[in-house]
């Protein structure tokens, strides 16, 4: 994606299993969010950072899920005891901050748990 | 609660065929509106946003949508599909005071050659 890097971008998981996506904007920008793609459906919104202010965790199916952006650039989502309805994409996206803007989206991690 | 609706799920066209998708949300406030595409295997894509002014927004490569106030619509046009538009087209939202998108479900768009 244009500007953001993600890793890795598959990853097998047995369940039960802990797992840590990485976000990497390449240039920075205040807003980071991240997204939850089921097979067939269009993504959903997990979590939103304003630099390092992790402001909206509303989107966070469970409190195994967990997401960090500590020096407001690189972010990690940590899933905890994975199960397999974790399965999905993982996208991370980036923005300018403000109303009237887009966001860019990295190509995302596919996890699949077994 | 908000949502995106796109009621075309899957949709094959034969090249230089006309499209249009639609896409209705459930908002009654002011929104900024987005359609995003994903070709095979590569990242989500802006095409074209509507914040305000004309409805009629034209974006990349030849599409253009129309945003209806009245019908809470958003379709997507283009007039010629080539064999290169085969992908998912995903139709979004974000609604006033918020920053965070709502999509719909998609559109897989095949186009026979």
């Known amino acids: 994606g244009a500007g953001v890097s993600q890793s890795p971008r598959y990853k097998v998981a047995k369940r039960g299993q802990d797992v840590a996506l990485r976000c990497d904007p390449i240039?920075?920008?205040?807003?980071l969010f991240w997204y939850q793609q089921a097979l067939g459906q269009g993504p959903e919104f997990l979590t939103y950072?304003?630099?390092?202010?992790?402001?909206?965790k509303s989107g966070l199916p469970s409190d195994r899920f967990f997401a960090e952006r500590p020096e407001g650039s690189v972010s990690t989502l940590k899933i905890q005891r994975t199960q397999q309805e974790d399965s999905a994409v993982y996208l991370c996206?980036?923005?300018?901050?403000?109303?009237?803007?887009?966001?860019?989206f990295g190509q995302g991690t596919r996890l699949t748990v077994v | 609660a908000q949502s995106v609706s796109q009621h075309n799920h899957h949709v094959i066209l034969s090249e230089a065929a006309s499209l249009e998708l639609g896409c209705n949300y459930s908002?009654?406030?002011?929104?900024?509106l987005f359609w995003y595409v994903q070709y095979p295997g590569q990242h989500l894509q802006l095409l074209l946003k509507?914040?305000?002014?004309?409805?009629l927004v034209k974006g990349i490569k030849g599409f253009e949508a129309e945003f209806i106030k009245s019908k809470f619509s958003f379709n997507l046009r283009k007039p010629s599909v080539q064999w290169s538009d085969t992908a998912e087209y995903f139709c979004?939202?974000?609604?006033?005071?918020?920053?965070?998108?709502?999509f719909g479900t998609g559109t897989r768009l095949k186009v026979l050659a």
């Open positions: 996206a980036i923005g300018d901050h403000g109303q009237n803007t887009e966001a860019f």
């Open positions: 240039s920075g920008h205040v807003s």
């Open positions: 950072f304003q630099n390092e202010a992790q402001l909206d």
């Open positions: 908002y009654g406030g002011t929104v900024n």
């Open positions: 509507y914040f305000s002014g004309d409805p």
């Open positions: 979004a939202v974000i609604t006033s005071g918020t920053y965070k998108y709502i």
